[in-house]
């Protein structure tokens, strides 16, 4: 058991390391790319998906990619900087996917993964009543085909092969001759919005999310990714609102959780907050933004014991974190003794 906090001054260093833990599992900004992580996803039974899938890249809680497979299960993220990712999988009727990838391009250049996607336990599959069971991350190829010209769909497509070889200016050209023939062709606006988001231009990918909700109002990851924005520029209201309306679509998305909780948390709904990231650490034990961001709120409202507690299962879990030295210096700090004052 840590000793309790004395003093103002201990408080005050406490809060000023709990404040630099929550600045640290912010969005991820524009940094030198040269790295690559290439990924093949394969169902259990060794078959491919019969629908591309949305693949989701992950620093510290901040959505740094979106790319979605190919036919046969293969997909790209190019141009990555040094760092830790996350590349997350979720879909319907499956268990949810999180590995891990430390890019190093100064080691390898290309990184690369195999995921087999494995169908949740019966139990799991029980859904309560409410929305309608359906997987908005998933592009329907074939449903876009029926809408739309196929120079928009072969743009499109170009926009995601020149991503998937880290051309990213070309992936943008393409991906706007898609939306100058279609206007409301939403995943263009989508991936232009991602692109956006990762070089910290942050208005330009706040309005071609919204674009995208206009266009395609039954897709959760877009509420998700405007949510994120919001959070980020402490339009912390509207990121509640905008997050809940995900949650309604998507309410197993433990990335939906954990930002929404993020955002109750900066608003005072302290119980509300720690409900949402509990629930998103249920959904996805392999997230290590979660424990973190649980113990600052435990902090934040004087509940040092847990706090330290869950800094403690940060450690145990997740070992070879970048944030590791970090939450160190927090645990050090919280059960340091106080020094005892001349008479």
Do not use: W
């Amino acid at each position: 058991m840590g000793a309790p906090l004395v003093g103002s001054v201990r408080v005050r260093s406490v809060f000023r390391l709990a404040f630099l833990l929550t600045l640290s599992c912010g969005v991820l900004r524009a940094q030198q790319q040269v790295g690559a992580i290439m990924g093949h996803i394969r169902l259990q039974d060794g078959t491919f998906p019969t629908e591309r899938l949305q693949v989701n890249l992950e620093a510290h809680g901040s959505v740094a990619g979106i790319t979605f497979s190919d036919y046969e299960g293969k997909f790209v993220f190019g141009d990555l900087g040094s760092n830790l990712y996350n590349v997350v999988i979720e879909v319907e009727g499956y268990q949810p996917v999180r590995l891990q990838v430390n890019v190093n391009p100064t080691i390898t250049q290309v990184n690369m993964v195999h995921v087999v996607l494995r169908p949740k336990p019966e139990k799991a599959r029980d859904a309560p009543d409410g929305v309608a069971g359906t997987n908005p991350d998933i592009v329907d190829v074939a449903e876009l085909k029926k809408k739309f010209p196929p120079g928009v769909i072969k743009e499109f497509e170009a926009g995601k092969k020149a991503e998937q070889h880290g051309d990213l200016e070309t992936a943008t050209t393409h991906y706007l001759a898609a939306i100058r023939e279609a206007p409301d062709f939403y995943p263009a606006h989508n991936n232009l919005g991602v692109r956006h988001l990762r070089k910290g231009e942050l208005k330009a990918a706040e309005f071609e999310f919204r674009r995208v909700i206009e266009l395609n109002a039954n897709g959760a990851q877009a509420y998700f990714n405007l949510g994120n924005v919001l959070y980020i520029t402490k339009q912390h209201e509207e990121a509640k609102q905008v997050l809940e309306a995900g949650l309604r679509l998507a309410p197993t998305s433990a990335m939906g959780h954990y930002l929404d909780g993020s955002v109750l948390a900066r608003l005072g709904e302290s119980k509300a907050a720690e409900e949402q990231l509990k629930t998103a650490r249920e959904l996805d034990p392999k997230m290590p933004q979660v424990p973190i961001t649980l113990a600052t709120l435990y902090l934040q409202t004087g509940r040092e014991q847990e706090a330290a507690a869950m800094f403690e299962t940060f450690l145990k879990e997740f070992p070879k974190d970048p944030m590791v030295p970090k939450v160190r210096a927090a645990l050090a700090k919280m059960t340091q003794s106080p020094t005892p004052s001349n008479p």
